[in-house]
């Protein structure tokens, strides 16, 4: 079997932060089976095959010279939970850029523009850090609803998913499409140097996921709506104050109407369409069900 030409601008490891998480795990074996030399980051390092596992974490600096030594572009995945991550992020990509890292691409949100909240502060950054760059503001993850999510263990548990979005529609995406636009970003021979709005192919209110989700599982799926202030206090209860009110809000922004839309991103950046919510639902319908 012929292994595929590296045609990517790199001339050292492609250094991939949150490597284990949900858009990591789908990124690292793509660039993998591109032919690409890939540096899996993440605070548990674990070895796969063709990649270079290293330990990260990034509260601890004295992990990060060894993760970058070397690396020619990184695929920067926040802290987990961290209301401002900006705090640990742009210190981060100062040392990258000593460190001789030409390309970064920040994973953001759809509703997190430059100089925003949260991520936009590191999305603001990057032109002036790196020569080559982009950002990823994919919608809501379509894995949210079948992995290791609140969302998901309510479905699994009780048949039910709270939301503070009332009647808002959501363009649900795979992380499957993400990581594909993520090494596209990473490897094109042509630097992207902007922000790409990622999502799937249809803007769904959680009431219409609910039904999908009845439908694929034969067994009663609903949504329950709540106020922010509920929500808030939920998220509160496992996570920082201060991210649980960013989540909240993010729920408010959904009910305004500031996720309703569809964009031809991953089509055009990848050649191929996003997948639909129903089929990702049909295809992972064991995970609907059970732990």
């Given at each position: 079997m012929t292994t595929p030409r590296n045609t990517s601008p790199a001339t050292g490891p492609l250094l991939v932060t949150g490597a284990t998480g949900t858009t990591g795990s789908h990124l690292v074996p793509r660039l993998i089976r591109a032919g690409h030399p890939v540096?899996?980051?993440?605070?548990?390092?674990?070895?796969?095959?063709?990649?270079?596992?290293?330990?990260?974490?990034?509260?601890?600096?004295?992990?990060?010279d060894a993760a970058l030594d070397g690396a020619s572009a990184v695929y920067l995945v926040p802290p987990p939970g961290a209301a401002e991550p900006a705090a640990v992020m742009l210190p981060f990509l100062d040392r990258a850029r000593r460190a001789g890292v030409r390309r970064a691409v920040l994973l953001s949100s759809s509703l997190i523009p430059a100089g925003g909240p949260a991520t936009g502060a590191v999305h603001r950054a990057l032109p002036d850090v790196f020569p080559e760059w982009a950002v990823l503001r994919p919608s809501w993850f379509m894995q949210n609803l079948t992995g290791r999510h609140p969302h998901a263990?309510?479905?699994?548990?009780?048949?039910?998913?709270?939301?503070?979005?009332?009647?808002?529609?959501?363009?649900?995406?795979?992380?499957?499409?993400?990581?594909?636009v993520a090494a596209h970003a990473l490897t094109a021979p042509t630097p992207p140097n902007t922000d790409w709005i990622l999502t799937g192919p249809q803007a769904l209110s959680y009431d219409a996921v609910a039904a999908v989700l009845t439908e694929v599982t034969g067994r009663p799926v609903r949504h329950r709506s709540v106020s922010v202030e509920e929500m808030r206090a939920r998220h509160a209860r496992v996570m920082p104050p201060e991210f649980a009110t960013v989540l909240a809000d993010l729920d408010r922004r959904i009910a305004d109407g500031a996720e309703d839309r569809t964009t031809d991103a991953v089509a055009?950046?990848?050649g191929r369409p996003p997948r639909s919510f129903t089929t990702y639902a049909e295809d992972n319908s064991d995970a609907l069900t059970t732990s």
């Open positions: 540096r899996t980051a993440a605070r548990r390092s674990v070895a796969g095959a063709g990649a270079e596992p290293v330990s990260f974490d990034w509260s601890d600096p004295t992990t990060h263990d309510g479905i699994r548990a009780e048949g039910l998913i709270t939301t503070a979005t009332g009647r808002g529609r959501v363009a649900f995406i795979d992380a499957e499409d993400i990581a594909a055009r950046l990848t």
